[in-house]
């Protein structure tokens, strides 16, 4: 059974700052890797997905990579905004139907101006 | 199109009455999954629907739990005989099926608390 793990839990950065969520999995024969961001009390909207070929996708600020030998993505955001504060979630899909997935509990992250 | 549309955004009702969930999903989309999502953990998987046919329920999904998607369009998602633990916000997503960019599209969600 596949077993989705974000750390930290919860994390406080300043305005500005670059910084690292990462997610770790326990079956490396993935399909692919999303990331969400949730803000409280709505739905999530995809980030970014990984194919299980490649190593990494960018968005803007953001950059997610993808180890699966090591059963490991990050999620790198630059110049971290106020309004970057919200949940992120990563979520790995049971088998190729990648909607039906197993989700991280998610590492809410707050940037404080 | 506006997204994934969910209805009600919230619904408070009593132990052991009966609620339904409504999930309308971009229009293109064949694909139509539920998740549920309780405070402080990510989403977990109900079911999913492909066009009108439901493809898979999770052990999670009990007896008191069902949900359809007639022609293939908009979905409705019943709890039957309500019970406290069933307080959660219900995740509807919505996808195209296209190898190796499913890429899911998330509704806002409809949050039920029992009391």
């Known amino acids: 059974k596949q077993e989705v793990t974000q750390i930290p839990a919860a994390l406080s950065v300043p305005e500005g700052e670059n910084l690292v969520l990462n997610c770790s999995f326990t079956?490396?024969?993935?399909?692919?890797l999303q990331w969400f961001r949730q803000d409280p009390g709505k739905g999530l909207t995809s980030l970014l997905l990984?194919?299980?070929?490649?190593r990494e996708q960018t968005s803007g600020r953001l950059n997610a990579s993808l180890d699966k030998s090591s059963g490991r993505s990050t999620l790198y955001i630059a110049a971290s905004q106020p309004g970057d504060s919200a949940t992120y979630l990563c979520a790995v899909p049971f088998n190729t139907n990648a909607g039906k997935s197993t989700f991280g509990d998610g590492t809410t992250l707050t940037v404080k101006p | 199109d506006t997204g994934v549309s969910q209805d009600p955004r919230h619904k408070i009702t009593k132990r052991g009455q009966n609620v339904t969930f409504r999930c309308d999903p971009i229009s293109e989309h064949n694909r139509l999954y539920w998740y549920r999502q309780t405070l402080g953990q990510g989403p977990e998987f109900l079911t999913y629907f492909q066009n009108e046919a439901q493809l898979e329920k999770s052990r999670l999904l009990s007896d008191r739990f069902s949900a359809e998607r007639p022609k293939g369009s908009f979905s409705t998602l019943e709890i039957q005989r309500t019970e406290q633990g069933d307080s959660a916000m219900y995740l509807c997503?919505?996808?195209?099926?296209?190898?190796?960019?499913?890429?899911?599209?998330f509704g806002a969600g409809s949050r039920l608390t029992v009391l």
């Open positions: 997503a919505s996808s195209l099926d296209v190898s190796g960019a499913n890429v899911l599209t």
């Open positions: 990984i194919q299980s070929s490649q």
């Open positions: 079956d490396s024969a993935i399909y692919n």
